[in-house]
């Protein structure tokens, strides 16, 4: 596993970008863009990461970059990649589409199943904030259950979608699942996921202290509350062969119980005020998907 003291010091996300204080998705922007080294065209839509970029003409990523329609994202990526080709220039540089999950679980989930039959040649990320954030905070289908949004103003009744399941239901050759505040796990799976052809799908939970209502200096340690509690587990699927990862699989081989999730609702305002009932089915919610990973885990060697 790469350490963040061997990472590349060039930086691809500057300083001076709209993110708000304390934004994962920067974070996690920031080992994306040093994972390819800049050599990458960048597909995306409407989102925090547009607002993030800031207006024409400035731009906060050096990096070559396309805003394309909210549904388009993995359709709009095929075309890139169509268009790299036949100026036979596709070995140059990897082609990433990089959605919310608004526009990845719901609005681009058309594109992106489409893609992922043909098994189209580009890397997609997710980047997961739970919510359409930079319209105000409106839940999607990742808004996970208990969730108070402008649109669930006593909390979300749903779980989330698991949408690397449905990826994995197309049989595309690699799916993975990290944490912004795991910047390495990040990095270790765009590397991977770069020297593969055909669709590569990563989910990103982004920490998003706006959206989620916690103090902006928390961004990691609540990311890694998150793993620690097993509400997000990092792992990754390749060929079909599940393997927990980076702290998930340390936790798992150490056959302790995980944090409890009251925990994290404690940490974060959008949980304030979820019964214990609620409560109760998020942690026998997060104790089944737990026992689901373990249980395809396939140890290296
Ligand atoms: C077809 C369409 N519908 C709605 C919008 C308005 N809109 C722009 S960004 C956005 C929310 C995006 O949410 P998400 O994909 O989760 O990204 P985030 O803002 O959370 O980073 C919405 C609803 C739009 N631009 N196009
Ligand atoms: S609303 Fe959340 S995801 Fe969007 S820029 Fe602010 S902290 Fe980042
Ligand atoms: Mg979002």
Redesign the pocket.
């Known amino acids: 596993m790469t350490r963040v003291s061997e990472l590349s010091t060039t930086e691809y996300l500057l300083s001076g970008n709209r993110a708000c204080a304390g934004c994962g998705?920067g974070i996690g922007l920031r080992a994306i863009t040093k994972a390819l080294d800049g050599k990458m065209v960048l597909v995306n839509?409407?989102?925090?990461?547009?607002?993030l970029g800031g207006m024409y003409p400035i731009s906060s990523l050096d990096v070559p970059w396309i805003n394309v329609?909210?549904?388009s994202t993995a359709s709009s990526a095929a075309g890139v990649r169509a268009g790299l080709r036949a100026m036979r220039r596709e070995g140059e540089m990897t082609v990433l589409a990089m959605?919310?999950?608004?526009?990845?679980a719901?609005?681009?989930m058309q594109a992106l199943s489409g893609a992922a039959e043909r098994d189209d040649d580009f890397i997609y990320v997710c980047?997961?904030?739970e919510?359409?954030?930079?319209?105000g905070t409106?839940r999607?289908g990742?808004t996970p259950a208990g969730a108070r949004t402008t649109t669930t103003w006593t909390g979300k009744r749903e779980n989330p979608k698991d949408v690397p399941a449905i990826m994995e239901a197309h049989g595309i050759g690699y799916i993975a699942s990290t944490n912004a505040a795991f910047p390495t796990d990040v990095y270790d799976k765009v590397l991977k996921a770069r020297d593969r052809r055909g669709l590569r799908y990563i989910h990103m939970n982004t920490p998003?202290p706006s959206?989620w209502s916690f103090d902006p200096k928390d961004t990691v340690k609540l990311g890694r509350l998150a793993v620690d509690t097993g509400v997000v587990v990092l792992y990754e699927i390749e060929d079909g062969v599940f393997r927990l990862t980076g702290r998930s699989a340390s936790l798992a081989k150490s056959g302790k119980p995980l944090v409890p999730v009251a925990e994290y609702l404690a940490a974060q305002g959008r949980f304030r005020g979820v019964s214990d009932e609620t409560a109760a089915e998020i942690q026998s919610w997060v104790d089944a998907r737990w026992a689901g990973y373990g249980a395809r885990h396939t140890p290296v060697g």
Do not use: H, K, R, W
């Open positions: 998705l839509p409407a989102s925090c990461l547009t607002v329609a909210f549904p959605a919310g999950d608004g526009g990845t719901d609005i681009g980047y997961d904030n919510a359409y954030m930079n319209t409106q999607s990742s998003c959206g």
